[in-house]
C-alpha cells in the first residue's frame, strides 16, 4: 500500500513552478500483526486489570517493565516467580520536550514532553506522557501517579514487543499528585 | 590473531550540503571514491575487495544500495561488504577494511561511506513511519541534561563547542556548513529544539559521501604520499536500554577508548594524541565523550572546552574539520571522523591542520551511544613511542 502525499518536509526551500522535478515523495505503509511473546502477554493482561507488572532478576534485583523473560546483564531467565506488582506512583527523572519537525504520518504538531519514571518501591519507565501539562512545566523531581484508560476505553491493541511506548491504549499517562517535589538525591542517575 | 601493519594511502571526500541533486547515489559515492583513488594514485583495478557502509536504509527509502553500487565503486568479480551500526558505521566500516589488511586477506581495500539525507526523510526513518517520533536529540537531551547536572558546567558549554566547530568548519571546504558570523548570541538566541539543545547545538542534515584506501606496509611504502599507519582499533557495543544504565558514561564507550589505547600503546592520551575527531553530533557531547573515554577526569571534560584546550590551536584540538556539527551525511559522518584524523597525521589537512599533529584519534558512535568504533593513527608507526 503506497501513499504519495507530501509531507511538510521541505518548507525550508521555496519551489519554483518552473524547475524540473528531480525528486518524488513516496512513502511505503506496511500492516502486519505482530505476534507477542508470552511475558508481554502477561504484562497486557495485567495492564487491563489496571495493574503494572515486571520482573525482577533473582541474581541483581533489577526490575524490568514490561518484562523481558530474562535479565540481560546477568543473562539468567526470569519467570512467573519473579513477577513483581509495581506500584504506580513515582518520580519523574528526567524529560525530553519535542518541537517537531513535520514528517509524514507525525500526529504532533506542537511540542510534546516525554519523561522518564522513577516508581516508589522500585523500577523505571521510560518514553511516559503526562498529559494535560504544559511542557514548560515539566520537571524533574516532579511526583506523579498513572492515569488508566477508563473501563470500556482500555486496550493492549498497541503493545508490541518492543518495550515502551506503545501502551497508551492502556494507560493515558501520568499526572502530577501535588506533593513537593523529590530531592534531586532522590532520583539522579536515573535516566532509564 | 597475527597482524600486520596498515596505512591509509588515499582520502578523498565530496563536498558535504543540504542537497546533492547533482548526483545520484551511485555518483555520490564514486565521487569520493575516485578522489581516494587519485590521492593514492590507484586504479580500479588495482583494488582487491571494497567495504561499504551507511545508516539505516529507511533514511533514503533505496533498500539494499550496496547491490546497485557494485557498478559504480568498481566491485564486480571481487569481495564486497557492507557494514552497519547505525552512526557509527562509518567507523567500523573502516575497521573492517582495515582488519581485512592488517589479517593479510587482501592488500589493498577501498572503504566508502555515504548518506544523502536530502532524498528521504530521516525523522520519518527514525520514527519508522510511526507518530510520537523524538529524533536522535529527544533520545539524548535527557542525557544530557544529567551530565550538566552531575558535572555542574554552567550552561554556555554547549554553546562555545557550537562556535569553536563552525569556525573551523570555516577552514574546510569540504564541510556543509560554513557560518563565518556565528557567535554564542546566536547560538542562545537560536530556536530550542531539546532542551538543552539549541537549534546551533545540532548537527545539519548532508548529503555527501568519503572514501579510503587502505594498504599493507609494502603497499604503503609505495604510495605517492605520506601514509597515515593505523597504530590502534577497537569496537564495541552495549546494550541501548537497561535500568539503572549509565548513558552519560556508557561502559561501551569506555572500553573501546581502553582497547585502542592500549592497541597504540597510549598511556595518556591527553598528553600523547595530538588530535583527535570526535563524533559531536550535538554540542554537549564533546565534553561527555572527553569524560567518557577517559581523556579528561570526572567533571573535567567541560573545563577543557572553558579553558579553549580543545580550540584548533589548543593542546587537545576536537574536531578541527567542524565535525558533525558541521556536517552530517550520517552514515558518513564515522568515517570522516577516521578520515580527518589520518589526514591531520598525514599534514594534508589544509587550512584546518594542526601544527605539528603526529597521533590522531578519531571515533564514532551510534544507536542509543550502544556502538563505538575507534582508531589511533600515526605519521609512522613508532609515532606514540616518539611522544614519550
Sequence with gaps: MTDTKQPDSKQDEAVDPNAPITGMDYFMKLEYHELICPVVREFADALMEKRLIGHKCPKCSLIYSPPRGYCPICTVQTTKADEIEMQTRGIVTNYTVVTPVQYYGQEETEPFAKVSLQLDGGGNLSLQDLPGVPVEQVRSGMRVEIVWAPDGERHVDDVTNRSWGSAEGAIRGWKPTGEPDADPSEYSDKVF | ?388
Excluded at chain 2, 588495482?46 to 533498500?63: H, N, R, T, Y
Excluded at chain 2, 590522531?360 to 551510534?366: M, P, S, V, W
Design chain 2, 1 to 388: 590473531m597475527s597482524s600486520q601493519a596498515a596505512a591509509v594511502i588515499g582520502i578523498g571526500q565530496t563536498k558535504h550540503k543540504k542537497k546533492r541533486d547533482d548526483v545520484s547515489l551511485p555518483g555520490l559515492v564514486r565521487e569520493a571514491a575516485q578522489r581516494a583513488l587519485d590521492d593514492a594514485e590507484l586504479n580500479w583495478t588495482d583494488i582487491d575487495a571494497v567495504v561499504l557502509g551507511k545508516a539505516p536504509d529507511p533514511f533514503e527509502g533505496v533498500m539494499m544500495p550496496e547491490l546497485s553500487m557494485a557498478d559504480a565503486l568498481g566491485a564486480n568479480g571481487k569481495p564486497m561488504m557492507r557494514v552497519h551500526t547505525a552512526g557509527s558505521v562509518g567507523g567500523s566500516t573502516a575497521l573492517v577494511a582495515t582488519h581485512l589488511v592488517q589479517t593479510g586477506v587482501h592488500d589493498r581495500v577501498l572503504t566508502v561511506a555515504y548518506e544523502k539525507q536530502a532524498e528521504g526523510n530521516a525523522q520519518w526513518g527514525l520514527a519508522g513511519g510511526r507518530s510520537g517520533g523524538m529524533g536522535a536529540g529527544g533520545i539524548f537531551a535527557p542525557w544530557m541534561r544529567t551530565y550538566i547536572n552531575k558535572s555542574g558546567a554552567p550552561e554556555d558549554i554547549g554553546w562555545k563547542v557550537a562556535v569553536k566547530d563552525r569556525q573551523n568548519a570555516c577552514k574546510n571546504p569540504y564541510a556543509h556548513l560554513h557560518l563565518p558570523d556565528i557567535s554564542i548570541e546566536k547560538v542562545k538566541e537560536s530556536p530550542m529544539l531539546w532542551d538543552p539543545i539549541h537549534f546551533l547545538e545540532s548537527c545539519p542534515s548532508s548529503d555527501g559521501a568519503v572514501a579510503m584506501v587502505l594498504t599493507n606496509e609494502a603497499g604503503a611504502k609505495k604510495a605517492p604520499r605520506k601514509p597515515a599507519w593505523v597504530l590502534g582499533t577497537a569496537m564495541r557495543s552495549e546494550l541501548g536500554t537497561f535500568p539503572g544504565r549509565d548513558t552519560v558514561r556508557p561502559q561501551a564507550g569506555v572500553e573501546c577508548a581502553h582497547m585502542v589505547f592500549d592497541a597504540a600503546g597510549i598511556t595518556n592520551p591527553r598528553e600523547q594524541i595530538d588530535i583527535a575527531e570526535l563524533y559531536v553530533p550535538f554540542s554537549w557531547y564533546e565534553p561527555m565523550w572527553l569524560e567518557g573515554h577517559d581523556i579528561a577526569g570526572p567533571g573535567e571534560g567541560w573545563r577543557m572546552v572553558e579553558d579553549g584546550s580543545t580550540q584548533i590551536t589548543g593542546d587537545f584540538p576536537v574536531n578541527p574539520s567542524g565535525g558533525v556539527l558541521s556536517s552530517n551525511p550520517i552514515g558518513a559522518s564515522g568515517m570522516l571522523r577516521f578520515a580527518e584524523a589520518a589526514l591531520q597525521v598525514r599534514g594534508e589537512a589544509g587550512e584546518h591542520q594542526v601544527a605539528d599533529a603526529h597521533v590522531g584519534l578519531a571515533q564514532a558512535y551510534g544507536g542509543a551511544a550502544q556502538y563505538f568504533a575507534m582508531w589511533v593513527v600515526g605519521s609512522s608507526l613508532d609515532a606514540v613511542g616518539a611522544r614519550k
